[in-house]
Nanobody
Framework: QVQLVESGGGLVQPGGSLRLSCAAS????????MGWYRQAPGKQRELVAS???????NYADSVKGRFTISRDNAKNTVYLQMNSVIPEDTAVYYC???????????????WGQGTQVTVSS
């Protein structure tokens, strides 16, 4: 069984930084595109950033220049470095992997349990 586990959320002051991690497990051969999504209270879940296995990145306009997504394929881990955070970044952040391949086959549209990020003074 495949699994994504996020860590690194918490309370941060405006202008501060936070680094989220998401580790994938499950006897994996490979993982496709990985991404970070977020959902604020009363709002729909939205894409924050994504990164392909080859390292091609994509960012929401609202986080460009402030957030950086990266991944370590050897560790099956994706990161989100959040700098210059603002209160509007407050949300539950979810990790996603569009495909996770194991001995048993491929699993699609995989999600972590989410980690809360709160930006407040």
């Amino acid at each position: 069984q495949v699994q994504l586990v996020e860590s690194g959320g918490g309370l941060v002051q405006p202008g501060g930084s936070l680094r989220l991690s998401c580790a994938a497990s499950g006897n994996l051969f490979s993982i496709g595109t990985m991404g970070w999504y977020r959902q604020a209270p009363g709002k729909q879940r939205e894409l924050v950033a994504s990164i392909t296995r080859g390292g091609v990145t994509n960012y929401a306009d609202s986080v460009k220049g402030r957030f950086t997504i990266s991944r370590d394929n050897a560790k099956n881990t994706v990161y989100l470095q959040m700098n210059s955070v603002i209160p509007e970044d407050t949300a539950v952040y979810y990790c996603n992997a569009d495909r996770m391949t194991t001995f048993m086959g491929s699993y699609y549209d995989n999600w972590g349990q989410g980690t809360q990020v709160t930006v407040s003074s």
